[in-house]
């Protein structure tokens, strides 16, 4: 089967309508974009963030529901049931409603402050999304592809055990959920820190942790180039990476809020997450026939159009 795996999108409908345009989708005589021998993949990370929250759902929950499409879970879709999910042992929710969160969160939450079933209705939708997809010659997973979390996990369902059992910090659940939604991390040296793109100070890196030369921070930092200049070229002590081989299914990310022309990370590894909620973003898809080996070719991408 011939795939279309698309990024994140983050409420950023008017250019998810021209990447489907330009890949040959088209609306059925129902509303739903169709491709009449592809199908599309999408890697979460729907909501928050763009201006047109409800209109990206719109699209892609009827291609899904259809069969048009399929679609992991991101790690805002896991946010969002957190938010929404009392926690009926500590009182509140399962994520807090602090200022912090409603800040990164509030887009979403304005979009369908005025019809609650409609919210309600589309967090219980979030909740039946996988946490990762294994399609044979093909993995699709949000952040990180952790064979020792996904073996541990047995099967790609958030649960509502699992819900509680990782929302809480100090459970293996909690580390689980952010490894392979959020992706792996790992402390920097005493002293250094960076601000992310929401301005929050950050301790930790996200790393590429495919990358078996990546021996120090500098190296195996995976973040926003501004930030390069604030991580150290110190070797890392420990174990910090995942084995995933040449040899493995060709793999898909998102997340990462990525710059420059698109291209693999690895032979058979690619993250599609090239950062369309800000601007001069692009929303970028990757056009897959069956290939063990990824090619710079076989990107296709869209300029942002949201104001």
């Not at 996988?130 to 979390?149: M, V, Y």
Request: aromatic fraction near 10%; include cysteine.
């Amino acid at each position: 089967m011939s795939f279309d795996i698309i990024g994140d999108i983050h409420g950023c409908s008017k250019t998810l309508e021209r990447l489907l345009t330009k890949l040959g989708y088209s609306r059925d005589t129902e509303g739903v974009f169709r491709h009449p021998d592809r199908t599309v993949i999408f890697l979460g990370d729907f909501i928050d963030r763009g201006p047109h929250q409800r209109a990206v759902i719109s699209i892609v929950r009827p291609m899904i529901d259809t069969g048009a499409a399929k679609s992991v879970m991101g790690n805002h879709e896991y946010n969002a049931i957190a938010y929404a999910t009392p926690d009926e042992e500590a009182g509140g929710f399962l994520r807090a409603h602090s200022a912090n969160n409603l800040r990164q969160h509030g887009v979403f939450l304005d979009a369908y402050a005025d019809d609650p079933d409609a919210y309600r209705a589309l967090i219980e939708w979030f909740k039946a999304l996988p946490l990762w997809l294994e399609l044979g010659d093909l993995r699709i997973i949000h952040a990180c592809w952790d064979r020792e979390i996904i073996q541990r996990l047995t099967a790609p369902v958030l649960t509502d055990d699992l819900l509680r059992a990782s929302s809480g910090k100090g459970q293996w659940e909690f580390e689980a959920i952010e490894t392979i939604l959020k992706g792996k991390e790992v402390p920097l040296p005493d002293g250094h820190m960076f601000h992310d793109k929401d301005g929050n100070a950050r301790h930790h890196i996200r790393i590429r942790w495919w990358d078996r030369s990546a021996t120090t921070y500098a190296l195996a930092f995976f973040g926003p180039e501004s930030a390069r200049t604030h991580i150290p070229d110190d070797e890392i002590d420990g174990d910090h990476l995942i084995e995933y081989s040449h040899e493995e299914p060709p793999l898909f990310l998102g997340h990462y809020w990525m710059e420059g022309v698109p291209e693999p990370l690895a032979p058979n590894i690619a993250c599609m997450d090239y950062s369309v909620a800000k601007e001069g973003g692009k929303l970028v898809a990757y056009r897959w026939d069956g290939e063990q080996d990824l090619s710079r070719k076989k990107f296709v991408a869209v300029e942002r159009l949201e104001p």
